[in-house]
């Protein structure tokens, strides 16, 4: 079966660095862009960032509102990606989901093509930043 | 305030049909396909409408999605009891090189 598994969640003081880690089972971790998304407790998603599989460039990128402040990461030959959040603030209290994204994407001078979704999540991990 | 805009409740009888818009703009829905997502309270997101009207399998049929310019939605019909949850859209915004969600609708089965 098909999973992604968050962790590494809990109650940090501001400043203090977290490491969240999405551990996948049941697919080929590396064919696949992974995501973060996050949910404030009551409150709406929010795109966090992702990183592109191997064959993509294997690099990252982030929502304005975290740049500078997190990175995320992946280590194929353990099947996890990982999100590092620097100097935590208040704000950043939320449940985190990371995703496996079905992603297609070509462009020329004339054109681009982007197909990209969110096809399979996790369960979650609950951040809470607090002093 | 969301990029992507959707009424916060929507709300109807048991087999009845609903639709849930999601407005966006040029830079995002106009020029992307959109995606829906479903969250039973107290569950992760679930993808229910790709590429702005492909079901992923185990979708129902009842759950249908459409665009036209730079506004999407999403239809139920023939509405279940277990149809209760909040609906997200979301779309790629390539001037902010960010993907948007709505805010959400809460969907209510009377």
């Known amino acids: 079966e098909e999973e992604l598994v968050e962790s590494g969640g809990g109650l940090v003081q501001p400043g203090r660095s977290l490491r969240l880690s999405c551990t996948a089972s049941?697919?080929?971790?590396?064919?696949?862009?992974m995501s973060w998304v996050r949910q404030a407790p009551g409150k709406g998603l929010e795109w966090v960032g992702f990183?592109?599989?191997?064959?993509?460039?294997?690099?990252?990128e982030y929502a304005a509102s975290v740049k500078g402040r997190v990175t995320i990461s992946r280590d194929d030959s353990r099947n996890i990606a990982y999100l590092q959040i620097n100097s935590p603030k208040t704000e950043d209290t939320a449940m985190y989901y990371c995703?496996?994204?079905?992603?297609?994407?070509?462009?020329?001078?004339?054109?681009?093509?982007?197909?990209?979704?969110?096809?399979?999540w996790g369960r979650g991990t609950l951040v809470a930043v607090s002093s | 305030q969301s990029v992507l805009t959707q009424t916060p409740s929507a709300s109807a009888t048991a087999g009845q049909r609903i639709t849930i818009s999601c407005s966006g703009s040029?830079?995002?829905?106009?020029?992307?396909?959109v995606n829906w997502y479903q969250q039973v309270p107290g569950t992760a997101p679930k993808l229910l409408i790709s590429?702005?009207?492909q079901r992923p399998s185990g979708v129902p049929d009842r759950f249908s999605g459409s665009k036209s310019g730079t506004s999407a939605s999403l239809a139920i019909s023939g509405l279940q009891s277990e149809d209760e949850a909040d609906y997200y859209c979301?779309?790629?915004?390539?001037?902010?090189?960010?993907?948007?969600f709505g805010g959400g609708t809460k969907v209510s089965v009377l």
């Open positions: 995703t496996r994204d079905f992603y297609y994407f070509e462009s020329s001078t004339y054109y681009s093509y982007l197909l990209w979704y969110f096809e399979l």
């Open positions: 040029s830079s995002n829905i106009g020029s992307y396909t």
């Open positions: 049941g697919f080929t971790f590396g064919d696949y862009v």
């Open positions: 990183i592109r599989s191997k064959s993509y460039g294997g690099t990252a």
């Open positions: 979301a779309a790629w915004d390539d001037s902010l090189n960010a993907w948007m």
């Open positions: 590429t702005t009207s």
